[in-house]
């Protein structure tokens, strides 16, 4: 599409009698912007875009238009503050609209709020703990731009621990599918880095879409830690799980057994591949067997699966009985997946959507490296996790689910 069909586009829009013709004209101005310099041009056009966003947004939550006069009027434009952004597309210079007598902030810069003030909330607490480097002094001034007190820390920390102890307690529902998952931090506890176990629960809702539905910081992944952790997500209301996926942790097998006794198991299928190429004898070759256990994963059903299986079996047992026993032992617990839709198979077969979040959470934590205490690994990866989850509820349904 050329340009000029472009501001065809845009003029025809522009005749819709809500359209802004200011707005227009921004809007052109960017899809300029995109088809003279293509990706070239991103960081400037997402630039204008948020910024007539905001003050389109500023307009509606005043009842007004710029210099309009209508007895809806709520409040006054009060002008506009400077913020840069880091985006994926490079710096974004925006110009933020301010507002009196009205409450006012604009919503596309809410987005990820939370888990920026928990990040300088948590290297705060290691720079007043006297626990930071040169390193971390030199992070908590990129993000805050100033020096940070103990008692705005403080102020910070109360207002921010009551918004996620809201959404870590709030009440869950009817969950079919629960992936279980953990990931280790660095913490520092009674003067001693040691790793903690940062524990995740994702649900799958009736709908098919994916929440989080919980976190929590324990010293290890014991299987007191995954009972006290499961049981508080009951305690919250969650019921109707009709499959558990995770990795072979044994605290969580054993509190999985405890707390949802006669719920199926599906063990992730990527982790016993991996675990399979460990016990495999040098004289046997890697890709075949890796080909042969595929099959086993890609069978129609689990009759089929079982007897592939079963011919693996037979295909080792006197060369590499160890392997054998192996297989017939392990290999049966990622065939759970079996018994539900076909449809639905591929998502729950592995670990892989909670590790996903995982290498997300990480990608936030690695700036802090060493956390102060269990409170602040937690309040980061809360903050985190809301984010993630309130995208994931207005995105696409994760699995097809059939509905009365």
Not at 147 to 160: H, L, Y
Not at 213 to 236: I, P, T
């Amino acid at each position: 599409m050329t340009r000029h069909d472009y501001r065809n586009n845009l003029d025809a829009q522009a005749q819709v009698e809500t359209f802004d013709p200011e707005l227009t004209g921004r809007f052109t101005e960017v899809l300029d912007l995109l088809v003279e310099q293509g990706f070239d041009g991103m960081a400037h056009a997402m630039q204008t875009l948020l910024n007539e966003a905001m003050k389109l947004e500023r307009s509606i939550v005043l009842g007004a238009r710029p210099y309009e006069r209508t007895p809806e009027r709520r409040g006054y434009a009060n002008g506009y503050k400077p913020k840069t952004m880091r985006s994926r597309v490079g710096p974004l210079h925006l110009q933020v609209p301010q507002a009196r007598d009205v409450e006012f902030y604009p919503s596309a810069l809410e987005r990820g709020t939370r888990s920026e003030r928990a990040l300088v909330m948590a290297v705060a607490e290691m720079y007043l703990q006297g626990v930071s480097t040169r390193k971390v002094t030199a992070v908590m001034e990129e993000l805050c731009g100033m020096q940070v007190t103990s008692s705005q820390v403080s102020r910070a920390m109360r207002a921010m621990d009551e918004e996620l102890d809201q959404w870590r307690n709030r009440p869950l529902g009817e969950i079919p599918y629960l992936l279980l998952d953990a990931r280790y931090e660095h913490v520092r506890v009674g003067g001693t880095v040691v790793s903690c176990a940062l524990l995740i629960a994702i649900g799958v809702t009736p709908e098919g879409r994916r929440t989080i539905l919980g976190a929590s910081v324990a010293l290890s992944e014991a299987e007191v830690h995954w009972r006290d952790f499961l049981e508080s997500l009951q305690k919250r209301g969650l019921y109707g799980v009709k499959l558990v996926v995770s990795d072979d942790h044994a605290g969580l097998k054993e509190a999985r057994q405890t707390r949802f006794s006669g719920v199926p198991w599906q063990r992730c299928q990527f982790h016993l591949a991996q675990n399979l190429l460990k016990h495999l004898p040098p004289s046997l070759d890697q890709k075949e067997a890796s080909a042969d256990l595929r099959a086993v994963w890609n069978a129609a059903n689990r009759s089929e699966a079982e007897r592939l299986l079963g011919l693996m079996v037979e295909k080792h047992e006197s060369s590499a009985p160890k392997l054998a026993d192996w297989l017939e032992t392990n290999v049966p617990e990622g065939l759970s997946v079996f018994d539900f839709p076909a449809e639905h198979r591929r998502r729950l077969r592995t670990n892989n959507c909670p590790e996903r979040l995982n290498r997300e959470v990480k990608r936030r934590t690695r700036v802090a490296s060493i956390f102060p205490n269990e409170d602040s690994l937690l309040r980061l990866a809360t903050a985190v996790l809301i984010e993630i989850d309130e995208d994931w509820t207005s995105g696409k349904r994760y699995l097809p689910m059939k509905t009365p």
